[in-house]
C-alpha cells in the first residue's frame, strides 16, 4: 500500500510540472519553466537620457520616481507608465519623457527575444540621476 501512495505521489507531482511547463518537456517546457535560458532586460549604454534641471537640484527638489515600462523584442521602450510619483511633478515628468528614449537588449526565453514589461526606479538627488533602488 505504501509503494502505491508514493507512486500516486510521483505521477502527481509529474503531472503538476507537466501542465505548468504548458504541456512540453525540454528546455522550452519544463527546464525553461525552471529558469534556464532565460535573460532579464539589460540598459544598452550607461548614459542616461534624464536631464535633472539645475534649478530643482538648486532648491534641493529630490525624489525617486518608479515607472512601469514595456520593453519590445527589439528593446525599444514603447509603453510608460507612473508607478510611483516623486512627490514632484516636475520630476515624473522629466522621467516619464525620458524612458522612452531608453534602449535594452531585450529579454530571452531561451533563444529568442520575448518582449516584457519591468519597473525602473529613477533617482534624483543631489546632482545625478541614477536608475536602480538604493541599497539601505
Given at each position: 500500500?505504501?509503494?502505491?501512495?508514493?507512486?500516486?505521489?510521483?505521477?502527481?507531482?509529474?503531472?503538476?510540472?507537466?501542465?505548468?511547463?504548458g504541456g512540453r518537456l525540454g528546455p522550452d517546457g519544463f527546464?525553461?519553466?525552471?529558469?534556464?535560458?532565460?535573460?532579464?532586460?539589460?540598459?544598452?549604454?550607461?548614459?542616461?537620457?534624464?536631464?535633472?534641471?539645475a534649478h530643482l537640484w538648486r532648491y534641493g527638489v529630490e525624489?525617486?520616481?518608479?515607472?512601469?515600462?514595456?520593453?519590445?523584442?527589439?528593446?525599444?521602450?514603447?509603453?510608460?507608465?507612473?508607478?510611483?510619483?516623486?512627490?514632484?511633478?516636475?520630476?515624473?515628468?522629466?522621467?516619464?519623457?525620458?524612458?522612452?528614449?531608453?534602449?535594452?537588449?531585450?529579454?530571452?526565453?531561451?533563444?529568442?527575444?520575448?518582449?516584457?514589461?519591468?519597473?525602473?526606479?529613477?533617482?534624483?538627488?543631489?546632482?545625478?540621476?541614477t536608475t536602480g533602488r538604493e541599497s539601505e
Open positions: 500500500m505504501k509503494r502505491f501512495v508514493l507512486l500516486a505521489m510521483v505521477i502527481a507531482i509529474a503531472a503538476v510540472a507537466y501542465a505548468a511547463a527546464l525553461g519553466w525552471l529558469g534556464s535560458g532565460q535573460r532579464l532586460p539589460a540598459l544598452r549604454t550607461q548614459e542616461l537620457p534624464f536631464r535633472y534641471p525624489g525617486e520616481v518608479v515607472l512601469r515600462i514595456h520593453i519590445t523584442a527589439a528593446g525599444a521602450v514603447d509603453s510608460v507608465e507612473l508607478e510611483e510619483s516623486s512627490g514632484s511633478e516636475e520630476l515624473d515628468e522629466i522621467a516619464l519623457r525620458g524612458a522612452t528614449g531608453l534602449e535594452y537588449h531585450p529579454a530571452l526565453k531561451g533563444e529568442e527575444a520575448v518582449s516584457t514589461w519591468a519597473l525602473l526606479p529613477v533617482r534624483f538627488k543631489g546632482r545625478s540621476v
